[in-house]
């Protein structure tokens, strides 16, 4: 059974300040991981992928991997309000099976 | 123009009822998936398909039915409805596996 196991939050961060968002997931075989921002009531939004160990950055993220671990993490800089939402952790497998595993969701409160 | 459309947003149906939801996308990728996402259980996996000849279930595709009328088409069928697939619904696109997949804007499916 691949799982994914993130903090549900929620998670509160002042403006300004750096959000820290942190994700573990079970299938030692994983590929692809990404970050998915979900605003309630609407769909996910690609925030980041990753495939190669190490920091990724885009913006005011950063993505985290560290296969050996197990564990991918997600950077915010300079939160903003806007930032406030859920969001997901995702990984797809290198296996025959297609489709991405989710973690439940870490929801994010900045705080004005 | 959105990239990954889907019809109807929402739906209210009586249990028992046949409903097809319907997914259309113009990035021209092959991969098409369908999720569902419940409250407390994330986002999981109910068919994917890689082409109009190839289609393959996901984690919970009990109670559920595929088309991939063509490469921008996917729908989505409940053949007698129940409770228990109320439910936000969503489609998502790949170009590939492992690739990262966009979403839909998700349809409310309500069954009483």
């Known amino acids: 059974q691949k799982e994914v196991e993130q903090n549900s939050g929620p998670l509160s961060v002042p403006e300004g300040a750096i959000a820290s968002l942190n994700c573990t997931y079970s299938d030692r075989g994983s590929q692809s991981f990404f970050w998915y921002r979900q605003y309630s009531g609407k769909s996910p939004e690609l925030i980041m992928f990753?495939?190669?160990?190490g920091d990724k950055e885009d913006g005011r993220f950063t993505a985290q991997l560290n296969k050996a671990s197990q564990y991918v993490s997600l950077l915010i800089r300079d939160s903003q309000p806007s930032d406030s939402a859920t969001y997901l952790c995702?990984?797809?497998?290198?296996?025959?099976?297609?489709?991405?595993?989710f973690g439940k969701g870490t929801h994010l409160i900045i705080q004005p | 123009d959105a990239d990954v459309t889907q019809t109807p947003r929402n739906r209210i149906t009586k249990t028992g009822k046949r409903i097809m939801l319907e997914c259309s996308q113009t990035?021209?990728?092959?991969?098409m998936y369908w999720y569902r996402q419940d409250p407390g259980l994330g986002l999981r996996l109910i068919y994917y398909?890689?082409?109009?000849?190839?289609?393959n279930k996901g984690e919970i595709s009990d109670g559920y039915s595929v088309s991939r009328q063509a490469q921008a088409k996917f729908s989505l069928s409940l053949e007698s409805a129940i409770p228990n697939q109320t439910a936000l619904y969503f489609c998502a696109t790949a170009a590939g596996k492992g690739y990262e997949q966009y979403f839909g804007p998700g349809t409310r499916l309500t069954v009483t």
């Open positions: 398909s890689f082409d109009v000849k190839d289609i």
């Open positions: 990753i495939y190669s160990n």
């Open positions: 990035k021209g990728h092959d991969r």
């Open positions: 995702a990984f797809d497998s290198g296996g025959g099976a297609d489709g991405l595993t």
